[in-house]
């Protein structure tokens, strides 16, 4: 099946990314966002980064104006009625996504393949929730999108072989390389990920080093990209918290349980870059 427009549900710091690499690889997008004001932000937020990449000399000004041609925003999800993929990036939460992925199913063509970015939720009840479980995957990003390589194509017992294969050629066209995961909850990344980074916490929590010094040791003594508590800022206390709760829930370990530093950091709105505050200062 040849995937030609797609449509992306939310663009946050996820959607958005999503949206620029699709549009940047050459297919129609259209975005859904709650509000027009939300829809006018992503815009504005997908026009500035392709503008800072062409400032940088990393784009030419025709590939950026091609790209924000291909994009396109919407409050209305029936508004997908002629995509071949969606690619679903709300907000964690299981009730409304399996409600979202239902109303997809009543909207899209019935070729359509529907997917969900989500780190955490469960795939299967969410193809359980529409008329073709064959056709619903996870197609998990990393963040930050445009950067990161990795694409896990989550396969629940319910999927389709083609529909698991047009959406791992998709994901090859937007120049990511897929790897395949069941629908377990947290994937393979986050499964090994999440206790690393609570980790990191308890043996702050307990004194062991400073915050620098935990992140200096674990980026030059193990050749990570950044350490553990500039990661945690990165995707944002609040989804690892989640994504913690999630695990717990599911497998009942308790390396999987959010530690209180954690907990309590979430409740004081100290949730990473995004609010300016997190284990570190942005202002
Ligand atoms: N599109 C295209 N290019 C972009 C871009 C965008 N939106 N934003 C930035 N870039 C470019 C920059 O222009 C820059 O180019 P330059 O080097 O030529 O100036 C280049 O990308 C790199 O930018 P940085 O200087 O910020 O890059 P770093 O070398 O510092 O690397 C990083 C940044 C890739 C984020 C690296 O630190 C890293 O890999 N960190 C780990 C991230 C990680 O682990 N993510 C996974 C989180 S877990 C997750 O997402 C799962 C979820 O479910 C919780």
Redesign the pocket.
């Known amino acids: 099946m040849a995937i030609k427009n797609v449509g992306v549900i939310g663009c946050g710091l996820m959607g958005s990314?999503i949206v620029?690499v699709a549009a940047q690889a050459g297919f129609q997008v259209l975005f859904v966002e709650a509000t027009d004001e939300l829809v006018t932000r992503g815009l504005g937020r997908l026009r500035e980064?392709l503008e800072g990449?062409v400032a940088?000399g990393?784009l030419e000004a025709k590939a950026r104006d091609d790209a924000l041609g291909r994009i396109a925003g919407t409050t209305r999800l029936d508004d997908l009625k002629g995509v071949d993929l969606v690619v679903e990036a709300m907000t964690e939460n299981q009730a409304l996504k399996n409600e979202t992925f239902a109303k997809l199913d009543r909207i899209c063509p019935p070729h359509a393949i529907l997917a969900s970015n989500t780190?955490s939720c469960n795939v299967t009840a969410l193809a359980a929730a529409t008329g073709r479980p064959g056709q619903v995957l996870g197609l998990?990003f990393?963040?930050?999108v445009?950067?990161?390589k990795l694409v896990e194509v989550v396969r629940t017992i319910l999927a389709a072989d083609a529909a698991v294969a047009a959406a791992t050629e998709w994901v090859r066209a937007v120049g990511k390389t897929p790897v395949q995961t069941k629908d377990a909850t947290a994937f393979i990344?986050?499964r090994l990920?999440v206790p690393y980074l609570l980790d990191a916490i308890r043996v702050y929590e307990h004194g062991l080093a400073s915050l620098e010094d935990i992140d200096a040791a674990m980026k030059l003594g193990c050749g990570y990209?950044?350490g553990p508590f500039t990661?945690l800022d990165?995707?944002g206390l609040d989804?690892a918290m989640y994504?913690a709760e999630v695990m717990f829930e599911e497998f009942r370990e308790p390396r999987y349980a959010p530690p209180p530093l954690l907990k309590r950091m979430v409740l004081a709105g100290q949730l990473g870059r995004k609010t300016g505050k997190g284990f570190y200062s942005y202002s």
């Open positions: 990314g620029q980064t990449l940088k990393k780190s998990h990393f963040n930050p445009p950067l990161m990344v986050n990920l990209p950044m990661l990165l995707v989804t994504v």
